[in-house]
């Protein structure tokens, strides 16, 4: 293709570096510095403290004006998560990267909008016709007046009326997580189709009309108590996804018929002899395998990642989604390429490190640990995934027998409990059999089961402890813990 996906990687940042913008480079998406966050979930995470005012304005941090960056994103906890959707969608990954440009309390909205208009339509060519923009409607309750200066400047760059749509609270309205920089956003999507219009389709998950770049005004912090508080000063920072931009530029319709993934699938493929990968989603995958593929190849960067910046699985926080992740592939894994389940993943690390080795070479420095990590978690699993395949089998009859269709909360937490099976890949199983699974019955199961055991088992420290259920309420992931028995087998750090 004309434009691969390193070459639009680097005309994002040429492009910006030639506007005076600063080359930042990642920062790793394990942010230790940070307790209120997971994993880093955007570009702006690193430079909080510049939005926030608190970084010293004698260091290099501190008198960055303009800055360009591509950063490795997690999602899949805490307040943006997209673990459920991966493998579904053709456009959310858990790991991906984000392509973004800040200012720093120097240009702004009129700034913003142009640059961004210029870089799709002039430099990657995109049909402006095939775009759409979208502006914050306001928000009465919350004192927040409608962002009509970015509806403006849309329109002085010469967007049509018809493609320039007001968004409220959630779309158009961006937090990093419950507490943090924030502001009105105002963003752009793409029409994969074409000669038609499609403004209807806009943020309504939509997998041929999708948000591509997101153009955030900082100008508040949400603070502990939930109030919004004005910062010092106006700060840009965009996010536009990088799969996401490839995908358009290579006329595909999705993230994962693009060079980004193919190589990672021809490699799966020649570890597992399955059938090559058709790009079929939902029931026209009726093999379940291109679903697989999308899980694998999505898994396998996460873990790479996680793992090289810090995160290993283990049974808490940030490790329990590394962990719970690892599982949700290997079981894809085993049960749609039918391999052993033990050093699957680290068979496909050369190719990863082949593609984006040059851009992250931290990856190639920390290959080994990220084998032996992969394979010693792996290992640990295999021991019981099929006995809990088995007992699962057994709780989805025992379900139906009765007429019912949702597992109950207490067989979900038995099999997380004795088979270290994550809720999510319960969850899977159970839409696969066609039950669903309560998410508030596992949650009271859980909570039993620990009240059980109180004075028995000695709690962790309090600080990052994940549930796994309650993807939007950060304050609980910090505090609750899970118990989970083959933590024994993983590794603790
Ligand atoms: P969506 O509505 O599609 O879930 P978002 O509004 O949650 O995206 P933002 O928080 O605005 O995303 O992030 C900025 C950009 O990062 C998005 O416009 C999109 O291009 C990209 N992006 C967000 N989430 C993902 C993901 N899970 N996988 C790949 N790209 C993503
Ligand atoms: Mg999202
Ligand atoms: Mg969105
Ligand atoms: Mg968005």
């Not at 403290?49 to 591509?70: A, C, H, M, Y």
């Amino acid at each position: 293709p004309k434009w691969k996906a390193p070459v639009v990687r680097d005309t994002f940042i040429k492009f910006f570096v030639a506007k005076n913008h600063t080359f930042v480079p990642s920062s790793p998406v394990v942010p230790l510095s940070d307790p209120t966050l997971l994993f880093t979930n955007a570009g702006m995470n690193q430079f909080k403290p510049i939005f926030l005012g608190t970084v010293d304005p004698s260091t290099k941090e501190g008198k960055w004006k303009r800055v360009v960056n591509s950063q490795k994103c997690i999602r899949a906890g805490g307040k943006h998560n997209d673990l459920d959707d991966v493998g579904k969608d053709s456009y959310h990954h858990t790991f991906f990267e984000m392509l973004g440009n800040w200012s720093f309390g120097d240009y702004f909205k009129e700034e913003a909008i142009k640059f961004s208009w210029e870089l799709l339509t002039d430099v990657y060519k995109l049909p402006a016709d095939r775009l759409y923009v979208t502006y914050f409607e306001g928000n009465k309750a919350m004192g927040l007046e409608p962002d009509l200066e970015a509806k403006q400047l849309w329109k002085k760059v010469g967007v049509p009326d018809d493609h320039i749509l007001p968004g409220d609270m959630k779309d158009n309205f961006w937090e990093m997580g419950d507490q943090g920089p924030c502001g009105p956003c105002s963003e752009i999507h793409y029409d994969r189709v074409g000669g038609r219009n499609a403004a209807d389709l806009v943020n309504k998950d939509d997998p041929l009309v999708i948000e591509v770049w997101n153009n955030v005004f900082i100008q508040y912090n949400r603070e502990p108590d939930k109030s919004l508080r004005p910062l010092p000063n106006k700060h840009v920072d965009t996010g536009m996804g990088f799969e996401r931009l490839v995908s358009i530029l290579q006329d595909k319709k999705s993230n994962y018929d693009t060079d980004v993934f193919t190589p990672l699938f021809a490699r799966i493929q020649e570890i597992t002899g399955a059938r090559p990968y058709a790009g079929k989603f939902g029931e026209e995958d009726t093999d379940g395998v291109d679903t697989a593929y999308r899980v694998v190849a999505d898994h396998v960067r996460l873990l790479t990642f996680a793992i090289t910046d810090g995160g290993y699985p283990n049974n808490e926080g940030r490790g329990y989604v590394v962990r719970r992740v690892l599982r949700r592939g290997a079981r894809y894994a085993r049960k749609y390429f039918n391999v052993q389940i033990g050093d699957f993943f680290s068979k496909i690390i050369p190719t990863l490190l082949d593609h984006m080795g040059e851009m992250f070479p931290e990856i190639l420095s920390k290959k080994q640990d990220v084998i032996d990590s992969l394979n010693e978690e792996e290992l640990s699993f295999a021991k019981t995934l099929d006995r809990g395949e088995k007992q699962f089998e057994i709780y989805a009859a025992k379900t139906k027998q009765k007429g019912l269709t949702q597992l109950s909360g207490a067989d979900a937490w038995r099999l997380n409990d004795t088979f270290g099976f994550p809720i999510d890949l319960t969850r899977i199983m159970a839409e696969d059999a066609g039950l669903t699974i309560d998410d508030n019955e596992f949650e009271t199961a859980r909570q039993q089961s620990k009240e059980a055991s109180k004075g028995q088992k000695k709690e962790g420290s309090d600080l990052l402890k994940l549930t796994v259920h309650s993807q939007n309420v950060l304050e609980e992931e910090l505090k609750v813990t899970t118990t989970d028995d083959s933590a024994k087998h993983g590794r603790e750090n």
